[in-house]
């Protein structure tokens, strides 16, 4: 009988150790996205900056990041100059006005483009005509240091720029161009790797939203590269707004106030969990958005990932505020 | 009648192998099994003693043949050191095997690693911890994590993905040396070994080493070495071992083993399998695992897994060697569960990592004389670890491989290492020493790794002396190692003993050092998001450590009393950080960091016939110029006991400990001091084990982590403007209780 109930009891004993994964059961579809998403796709390693026009919905031009270094601002009266930040450019003001004298052992402090935008934030504030700058131009797609460079700006009026430089910090060998102001577009942009102009943003009047990697700059001065949207600097206006998406209305859209920052929308409408090892987006962040044609739009985001599990794709519900 | 008691004889297949014209008595303790080496032994009647001798370090000695006209055929008292007398009837030409009771409760463990010969622990010239089989048991261990987590001076750390690390004398496991039998565990993630990878089901006995051992091993051993010494030969005839263990948690654990004699040879074979079905807080206590829906309730913060493994060893004795191949192989799935992707819950990423590791080698034993001998082991290593990442449709539970950049891995690690030496051991000689080489080959492939591939190659040569001067021992050594990344290296270290009658006093210094790993040397992890890359002129860790120690050990009457006191220092130079290099944009490695700790720790074991009681206190302080404010201490309290009750024939065993809050000091970039700490908690277990039907079941109820501890708060505060933030990681997978079945039949030949 004892016997009896102790192998009784190892029988049961073994058979419960037989514990192994189940499959799971299909969960039923929940959800699905509205008529107004959008996805667009950088590409997951971000190569590429996606200029979007919010009227038509539709990417008007696309270009890879690495193609350009530097934009020079087409507006008449303007000296902005502008770092391609989605590379992660860099400046440094050296004491010198002579382009040979500047070498690899002087000494450089980098300063980064402000990501709002804005001019007095800018590296390149207060340039001066014949100072050697020294440009880092960044970290390639791949990862790769691209090289540092030696620039000046000889002349500057209302017709363009002229610049020289070097292709690198040692080199004797000195290159000039000269860089038109054209007033269609918001910059002419300019690259030290094919050392002509290249064509970047799409005529100022066409386009709202740039998606792009681009430089953030911490208040400790930490620069890090992020991922997220800009916008038209001189034309769209965009607010986040404290309201829900539902909630947000046209009186509102007219009478919030807008900043000039290019980096409302930014990059910290997704997070990357560590627990979860996957990016999440912040639904409770809605933006309201005033069109280079001065039409408002609400937008929301939705995912970073696209069908197949690529991140760099953001997909967002997009709705125009009509009154 | 004593030899079907005797079930785990390790090393004694040997001498019945060789021996067959000789009589060889070997003599093991009644308590543990193992062989006792080193004691003085006495043959005769109630008369006279015919025959005296010392055991050799496996317990055994020869009788001679003459001498069996006086004792062919009838009882002889046979006597050693400590252990109670007993007649036993020795057959001539036959390997005899006499279990004897101690006369008093022994506290007594023998250990290998890093000595010139099995030494019990009292005698030998470092200080050593060694945890049987019997406490592994009473812990309801599974792996070398959760006999590790209640130990003195250890302690344990969890990451989900890349598993289970630890620290020892305060210093991280990247300078703890794990051995099997020996051989160095290689497949180091991170700089740690994942210690829940490593199964106990097919280990005897681990033993720790404090403080470097890098003259006998070489590099990682600066914070100490955990040697795994895996269950050996045992005595004539076939063994069949079965072990069941269920955990309300979700663990579910078999394992087998079968010892077979062929001719003179002795095969073991082995396997396991481990399955546990994850876990989060919101479990309830027990589950058996079912289908379920795949909503947000699949997301596990201790993520499932699955393990194989299976080996076979074979023991061959030839004359008066003894060649032990082996193999092992292990198989690991961790499958994470990604948490449904809002905002429609339709997707989810899931991750599964999966390590592979097949160990090969052979074990060489070769007494050439009485006095000299030879130990050496040729083992090959492999191990594997993939990452796959799917996109997991949850509506139709299609998966797709992702396709960005990192999402999937594999990293290689292959090594091949030999160790020979040159052992001269006598007992009561004035002067022993072995010399030997240790050549280490390691290669690791992977994208991340500079080109594809590469290799280190660690070539070294060490000896080490013990002289005895009456009651003072002392114990050099030398390690000259060649790497083929920095060139060359000289290890010392030196070992002093002061034997009295019930006080021993011990003193060490000993350097160690820690070969840049190959990562740091090659790693190219260079994307979007990150530019780390290896530093080809890095050097070894440099490190120096001084400790002692003072022992009593007090008989009193059947008791046995032992306090241990040990006091350390260590400094580390030259310690690999990973930093920003001066150009600002690549992290690269560098010799930055210099580590000291400094700790006390004491222990004090109790022994009343077979019940034990342990007490352990330890205070372990550490800094480097990385940190301000000084050291940052932190405390740790153990307490285990084991209560025989004899008429139901249950052992009771509990161990607990608590383990400090640690807070750690760090100077932010504007140069403000920054906290950051990790709670303190307690851990109690439970179990209690009756043997059944002449101890050929052992049934084992138990509870682990009764104080229920789940997660412990982290945090760091700058102490400035900005406020802190409060986050926890994960300790423990709260109380759980588990049933452990031990079948173990022999058959005699």
Known sequence: MKQCALTVFLLVVLAINFGCEKDELPKPFTGEASANTIQVSMGSDYANQLFFELSSATIVSQNNREIWDLGFSCVADSRHIVLNSSKYMALSITTEIDLIAVSSSTPVEWIYDDPSGSEDSSAFLNWELERVYILDRGVSILGQQIGKMKFRITTIDESGYTIQWASSLNSQTIETAFIPRNDDYNFAFFSFTSNQTVSVEPPKQEWDLCFSSYTYVYDDGTPYLVTGVLSNRNLTRVIESELSFDDIDFTYAETVVYTTDIDIIGYDWKFYDFDLATYVIQYDKVYVIKSVEGLYYKLRFLDFYDQSGNKGAPSFELQEIVP | ?749
């Open chain 2, 1 to 749: 009648m004593i030899l079907s008691r005797l079930f785990i004889v390790p090393l004694l297949l040997l001498i019945t192998a060789f021996s067959t014209a000789q009589t060889v008595v070997t003599l093991v303790s009644d308590e543990n099994k193992n062989p006792i080496p080193w004691v003085q032994v006495t043959i005769g009647d109630s008369s006279a003693i015919i025959f005296s001798a010392g055991t050799d370090n496996r317990g055994s000695f020869t009788f001679p043949t003459e001498l069996f006209g006086l004792a062919n055929g009838r009882g002889v008292i046979i006597g050693a050191t400590d252990f109670q007398p007993m007649t036993y009837y020795l057959r001539k030409s036959e390997a005899n095997i006499i279990s004897l009771k101690p006369s008093v409760a022994t506290l007594e463990e023998f250990i290998v690693t890093g000595q010139l010969s099995a030494i019990s622990t009292d005698h030998s010239v470092q200080k050593a911890r060694v945890i049987d089989r019997a406490v592994m048991d009473a812990k309801g261990a599974v792996n070398l994590r959760d006999v590790l987590q209640s130990e003195l001076n250890i302690r344990i750390s969890q990451d989900q993905v890349l598993g289970t690390g630890m620290s020892m004398q305060g210093m991280n496991g990247q300078n703890v040396k794990i051995l099997i039998d020996g051989v160095p565990v290689i497949g180091r993630v991170d700089g740690e070994i994942d210690l829940s990878q490593i199964n106990l089901s097919n280990v005897e006995r681990i033993e720790i080493i404090e403080g470097p051992s890098s003259v006998s091993f070489g590099s990682n051993a600066l914070a100490g070495t955990v040697n795994l010494i895996t269950k050996k030969r045992e005595k004539p005839g076939q063994d069949l071992q079965i072990n069941s263990y269920v955990e309300s948690v979700g663990n579910y654990n078999l394992d087998g083993r079968l010892t077979t004699n062929i001719r003179k040879t002795q095969l073991q074979v082995y396997g396991l399998r481990n399955y546990f079905d994850g876990w989060i807080d919101t479990d309830p206590f027990y589950e058996f695992p079912k289908e379920k829906i795949a909503d947000s309730g699949r997301y596990q913060t201790w993520k499932p897994k699955l393990n194989y493994q299976a080996g076979v060893k074979w023991t061959i004795p030839v004359k008066r060697l003894t060649f032990t191949p082996y193999v092992d192989a292990f198989y690991e799935q961790i499958h994470r569960k990604g948490y449904p992707r809002a905002p429609y819950f339709n997707t989810a990423f899931d991750d599964y990592y999966i390590t592979k590791r097949i160990n090969e080698g052979i074990l060489i034993d070769a007494p050439l004389n009485d006095r000299f001998k030879l130990n050496g082991v040729v083992a090959h290593n492999y191990y594997e670890r993939i990452k796959n990442t799917y996109l997991k449709n949850l509506n139709t539970l299609d998966q797709q491989l992702t396709t960005a950049p990192g999402d999937q891995d594999t990293t290689k690690f292959y090594a091949l290492m030999s160790r020979l030496s040159l052992v001269k051991y006598q007992r009561d000689s004035a002067f022993n020493f072995e010399i030997g080489y240790d050549v280490n080959h390691e290669s690791a492939t992977g994208r991340r790794i500079v080109s594809g591939k590469q290799t280190i190659t660690e070539i070294a040569l060490f000896g080490n002396a013990e002289i005895q001067l009456r009651k003072w021992s002392l114990k050099p050594g030398l390690r000259y190692t060649y790497n083929s990344a920095y060139r060359s290296a000289f290890t010392p270290a030196l070992n002093l003993k002061y034997a009295l009658k019930k006080w021993t006093f011990r003193a060490g210094v000993a350097s160690g050092f820690r070969s840049p790993a190959i990562k740091e040397l090659y790693i190219d992890f260079v994307d979007i998001n990150h530019n780390i890359q290896g530093n080809v002129s890095l050097k070894p860790e440099q490190s120096m450590h001084y400790q002692v120690w003072v022992s009593t050990k007090r008989n009193l009457g059947k008791h046995t009393l032992v306090v241990d006191l040990n006091g350390y220092y260590q400094q580390v130079k030259q310690k690999i950080t990973l930093a920003q290099d001066p150009g600002g944009v690549i992290y690269s490695y560098f010799n930055l960091e210099h580590f000291e700790a400094i700790g006390v720790q004491s222990t004090a074991d109790f022994a009343i016939g077979k019940h034990r009681f342990k007490l352990g206190a330890a205070y372990v302080g550490t800094k480097s110029n990385l940190t301000v404010n000084g050291y940052s201490f932190s405390p740790e309290i153990t307490a285990s006991t084991s209560v025989f009750w004899k008429k139901p024939q249950i052992t009771f065993s509990a161990f607990y400990k608590y383990t400090g809050r640690v807070l750690t000091y760090f100077s932010s970039e504007e140069g403000d001091p920054v906290t950051s700490f990790m709670n303190d908690y307690n851990m109690l277990d439970f179990s209690a084990s009756k043997p059944f039907w002449s101890k050929r079941i052992v049934l084992t109820l138990g509870a682990k982590n009764l104080l229920n501890v789940r997660q412990v708060g982290t945090s760091s505060n700058d102490g400035g403007a900005h406020s802190g933030s409060a986050t926890s990681t994960p300790v423990g997978w709260g109380r759980s209780v588990y049933i452990k079945l031990q079948f173990n039949i022999h058959y005699k030949k």
